[in-house]
């Protein structure tokens, strides 16, 4: 019989309904219950496309003994994080401070009154290498709870108040200038792995707003030590296996140092990130390498996330049938010399094993290998290679496909709306700009109230239950204020300014300028979550700077520029020390010293083609963080248009910066050089 998660949109919580665990959502009711019964909680949390999740899922919470010793002795709760990353991050919080590390499936176990005091991640259905087995941990966990009650709450209110004294050494109010910028660049060159790309060592993570702060630092200031890092680690990347060869589109991360061998879910964020990132480059080197990843990862995103409301859902799971009945990671993806044959013939399976990598023993599990390209001496006939990928990719189309999670993530959302939108506008890709056009409509007419307030999730068209976290209004302005300056249509720049209004009032604090993941109205935890640092994605507080930036650049407005300053220094703060982490936080810098520079370009209509051409040149430009208003003259969809006449009855293009304007001209070459960083 299906437990309380059946009622939920959330598909990982629905992977968990039929479960004998008599599963509750995140509620009070939850807590309620536990206060009721005087036992514990179990929080369970993970997301749909976590490996883990599943193994742990299958292993215990499909175990009816088990499930009857957590209905029993527990309130068990399960989270998806992607759902509550608020809930999430207080929590991991907790568990890398005990422990030292963190990870899905992070597994806490709670007082009635949500404090945590005792953690860890998956634990297995056995004992093994260490590691106590799930059941064990579960009977002393209740022998504590029940034979030594006070040591049990004392220890977790000791961990409350050390998590509430945890708070971020914020630097001051100060933007970070060329001397901090100059550092983070060094200290990324310490890191960079100058013969495979990227930084560090196993796992490597797609460093996307790593790569976005090197190419606007190389714009700014010439620097060709930041351009070469950014164009070696997205030639790397889209070489190895972590690129999907045949289909586009990037897995998660490489287990590896070399690119070659993914964990293969396939995350909207990353998509969104990395395809911009790759038109970025493109736009900065004309590389064509970086035009056909752009376009191959748009189309990706496009044909294998779009939903039929038109949002974009959040991953492709790693795992498929391998066509035995067994769920196995990769499946999907990889190839043997002889699965080559069977589709291509002899002759065309060898070619295409020289050409992706395909070797006898292996690059990836029992044999099978992970396309890549590598480096060869000698040229492939591309016809040829075009029909082996459409053989392979037609063949693979056969296979089950990989899970997809459906949910619709609004901060996601935004990103991808921004990709597309740049990327058709680039590569002359109307669309592209539909499709992200489409997203955004979505997000305006089921994610967000009268009072422009953000829901985070949506799925099959009815809104979540939750509401939207920093990163949500952040993301989503990050992608109406790119739609509004590809599309020339100021209703993007109105919507982006309530959703950072909210930032200013409900996220940002009065007195220091900083920023919360949750609202000051949000439902209260053990702590208000605020993390300033990049991860998978732009942190809320990053990506709220940036935005509140493009949005001062485009409306004058002196409040948005002050608190995307206050915001920054943070960065001032953390850039120099730990630049990997706060990329997208060093791109608002390079954009906050550029200026940004404010283009508007007049014309009598954007499809005349004097107009076309000085809004795609305006597009195009690499000044860090430039914003576009594009229109007729004496439009008021933008305030960058006002009083900017025709110049000799020809369209024109005005660029202004620090309260300075230079000349309007009327050439797209002129302008060009002007923009050109």
């Known amino acids: 019989m299906p437990n309380r998660l059946a009622h939920e949109t959330s598909p990982y919580l629905l992977q968990h309904a039929d479960n004998p665990v008599d599963w509750w959502p995140w509620s009070s009711e939850a807590f309620e219950e536990a206060r009721k019964r005087n ?71 709670l007082t009635p009154d949500a404090e945590p005091f005792y953690f860890g991640t998956y634990f297995p259905p056995a004992p093994r290498q260490g590691m106590p087995s799930f059941r064990q941990v579960l009977q002393g966990v209740h ?43 060094l200290g990324l060159t310490r890191e960079y792995d100058p013969q495979r790309g990227g930084f560090g060592g196993a796992p490597k993570f797609p460093p996307s707003m790593v790569l976005e702060f090197l190419l606007r630092h190389h714009a700014r200031t010439g620097a060709e030590g930041a351009l070469q890092m950014a164009q070696d680690t997205c030639e790397r990347m889209a070489r190895g296996g972590m690129y999907d060869q045949l289909g586009g589109g990037f897995a998660r991360y490489s287990v590896d140092r070399d690119w070659v061998v993914p964990h293969f ?10 395809c911009r990132v790759y038109a ?80 006898e023993e292996g690059t990836f599990e029992e044999g099978a290998s992970v396309l890549q390209l590598p480096v060869r001496d000698g040229v492939f006939d591309a016809g040829k290679i075009a ?112 959703l950072l209004d909210h930032v200013l009032v409900r996220f940002t604090d009065p007195e220091s300028g900083s920023l919360y993941d949750t609202a000051a109205d949000a439902e209260r935890l053990i702590r ?37 300053e206050r915001a920054l220094g943070v960065v001032k703060a953390l850039g120099p020390r730990v630049p990997r982490f706060i990329g997208w936080g060093l791109a608002a810098a390079e954009a906050v010293l550029d200026g940004p520079r404010e283009v508007a370009v007049v014309g009598p209509a954007l499809d005349d083609e004097g107009t076309r051409a000085l809004h795609r040149t305006a597009l195009l430009g690499t000044a860090p963080g430039a914003v576009v208003a594009a229109g007729a003259p004496g439009s ?13 009855g020809e369209p024109a293009a005005y660029v202004c910066r ?20």
């Not at 040591?151 to 200038?177: F, M, N, Q, W």
């Not at 949005?551 to 002196?558: P, V």
């Not at 008021?636 to 000799?648: C, Q, T, Y």
């Not at 620090?658 to 960083?677: H, I, M, Y």
Request: glycine fraction near 8%; include cysteine; charged fraction near 25%.
């Open 39 to 109: 036992v514990p909680v179990l929080l369970s949390v993970g997301y749909s496309s976590c490996h883990w999740c599943h193994v742990m899922a299958h292993e215990s919470f499909e175990d009816q003994e088990t499930a009857e010793y957590l209905n029993q002795h527990y309130v068990s709760v399960k989270v998806d994080r992607e759902e509550r990353p608020d809930v999430d991050a207080v929590y991991m919080e907790a568990v890398q401070a005990a422990t030292g590390q963190g990870g899905w499936p992070m597994t806490v176990f």
């Open 143 to 185: 022998q504590a709870w029940d034979e030594r009650r006070d040591e049990v709450t004392e220890v977790a209110e000791k961990i409350v108040r050390d998590l509430a004294g945890r708070e971020i050494s914020y630097g001051d109010a100060r933007t970070p200038g060329e001397e901090e910028l100059a550092q983070a660049l």
């Open 265 to 274: 879910e396939k995350m909207l964020y990353d998509n969104a990130l990395l």
């Open 280 to 359: 970025h480059l493109w736009r900065a080197t004309g590389s064509e390498l970086a035009r056909r990843v752009a376009l191959e990862t748009a189309d990706f995103m496009v044909r294998e996330l779009r939903t039929n409301e038109g949002g974009f859902a959040s991953a492709l799971d790693a795992d498929s049938d391998d066509g035995t009945g067994k769920h196995v990671e990769g499946a999907y993806y990889v190839w043997t010399p002889e699965q080559l044959r069977e589709v291509l013939g002899d002759e065309d399976a060898e070619l295409a094993a020289q050409h992706f990598g395909v070797t």
């Open 387 to 498: 029909s082996i990928s459409e053989r392979l990719l037609a063949k693979r189309a056969e296979r089950p496909a990989p899970g997809r999670d459906d949910k619709v993530v609004a901060a996601w959302n935004g990103l991808a709306i921004a990709a597309l939108a740049e990327t058709g506008a680039y590569f002359d890709r109307p669309d592209l700009v539909e499709a992200a056009v489409a997203a955004a409509d979505l997000l305006v007419r089921l994610h967000l109230d009268e009072q422009a307030r953000l829901t985070r999730t949506s799925k099959d068209g009815h809104a979540g239950a939750n509401a939207g976290v920093l990163e949500d209004y952040a993301d989503v302005a990050e992608g109406f204020l790119a739609l509004a300056s590809v599309t020339g249509e100021g209703v993007w720049l109105e919507f982006a300014g309530f």
């Open 528 to 564: 208000r979550p605020q993390d300033p640092t990049d991860n998978a994605a732009p942190s809320g507080w990053t990506a709220a700077a940036n935005a509140l930036l493009s949005y001062a650049a485009h409306t004058g407005s002196e409040p948005h520029r002050t608190a995307a």
């Open 636 to 648: 008021d969809e933008f305030p960058l248009l006002a009083d900017r006449p025709l110049v000799g």
């Open 658 to 677: 620090n309260f300075t304007c230079d000349a309007p001209t009327t050439e797209p070459d002129r302008l060009r050089t002007v923009l050109s960083g």
